[in-house]
C-alpha cells in the first residue's frame, strides 16, 4: 500500500506508530481519520474478469460536507467522485455503493481525499448482479368467443356451454341471474363446461375470463334464458 500522509506520525495511535493516522473502529478493525484535504491511500487489486462491478464503502461524518474520489490506474473513465453524506458521529458508520466497470487484471486502486471531515474503515468491491432473465413475455389469451348459447331462449337448465380463446391455459367461469355475473367455477381447462343446478325460466348471464401467465382476458357477457316450468299432466278424464 502506498499513501500520502500530510501529517507526521499516526495521529490515532492504533496498529502502527508510522503513517497513516488510524484508530479502532466502531465498526470493526482500524479505520482511516484524521483526513486532509490531498492525502490518498493506493491499494492494489486483481479484478478477476472485466466487467461491471460495484464497491461499497464505510464512511462516518458528522456533518456530511465531505468527498473523495475513487479510481482505478489513474484512468479518467474509472475516476469517480464519491460525496460522503452526514452520518452523525465520527464513528457512526454507513454504506456508500459506487458503480463501476472495471477492465481485468491487476490494478492500482487509489481513495483520493478531496477534502477534510470523514473517516473511511473498508472498501468492498463485487461483481454486480445481472437482472434474472424472465424471456419473452407471453401473451395474454385471447379473448373468449362463442357461437354457442348466446342470446338463446327455452334453453335447458343443464346446458354445455362452449367457447374459444386462443393460448389460454385456464378458465374461470361466471354464471348468474344477475349482470355482472358472479364466479361459478374456476381452473377449468377445457373449452366446455356444463351446468347444472339452474332455475327454470330464468335469464342468466355468464362470461369467460382467459387466464395464463401473463395474466387474464375477460371476454364479454353472454346470457341465455332457461325453458319454463314444466306443464302440470291433463286431470283425469271423468266418465
Do not use: C
Not at 43 to 50: E, G, I, K, L
Not at 64 to 71: F, K, V
Not at 228 to 236: L, R
Request: net charge negative; proline share 9%; glycine share 10%.
Amino acid at each position: 500500500m502506498a499513501y500520502h500522509d500530510t501529517s507526521a506520525g499516526n495521529n490515532g495511535g492504533a496498529y502502527r506508530s508510522t503513517d497513516v493516522d488510524l484508530e479502532p473502529s466502531a465498526d470493526g478493525g482500524f479505520d482511516i481519520g484524521w483526513i486532509a484535504a490531498g492525502e490518498w491511500v493506493n491499494y492494489t487489486v486483481n479484478v478477476a474478469s472485466a466487467g461491471s462491478y460495484t464497491a461499497q464503502l464505510r464512511v462516518a461524518s458528522p456533518s456530511g460536507s465531505g468527498s473523495l474520489h475513487l479510481g482505478f490506474n489513474m484512468a479518467s473513465n474509472v475516476w469517480t467522485s464519491v460525496p460522503v453524506p452526514a452520518t452523525g458521529g465520527w464513528q457512526n458508520w454507513t454504506t456508500v455503493s459506487v458503480p463501476l466497470t472495471l477492465a481485468a487484471g491487476r490494478q492500482q486502486m487509489t481513495l483520493l481525499f478531496d477534502t477534510a471531515g470523514f473517516n473511511v474503515t473498508s472498501i468492498t468491491i463485487g461483481a454486480s448482479s445481472a437482472p434474472p432473465s424472465t424471456g419473452p413475455t407471453a401473451p395474454l389469451p385471447a379473448t373468449p368467443t362463442t357461437t354457442a348459447v348466446d342470446g338463446q331462449v327455452d334453453v335447458t337448465v343443464a346446458p354445455t356451454l362452449i367457447w374459444q380463446s386462443a393460448g389460454a391455459t385456464s378458465f374461470e367461469i361466471r354464471i348468474s341471474a344477475s349482470n355482472p355475473p358472479a364466479a361459478f367455477a374456476s381452473d377449468v381447462t377445457r373449452l366446455y363446461y356444463e351446468v347444472s343446478g339452474l332455475s327454470r325460466g330464468t335469464k342468466y348471464y355468464w362470461q369467460v375470463i382467459a387466464k395464463n401467465a401473463a395474466g387474464s382476458t375477460p371476454g364479454p357477457v353472454w346470457s341465455f334464458t332457461t325453458e319454463g316450468a314444466t306443464a302440470p299432466p291433463p286431470p283425469p278424464a271423468t266418465g
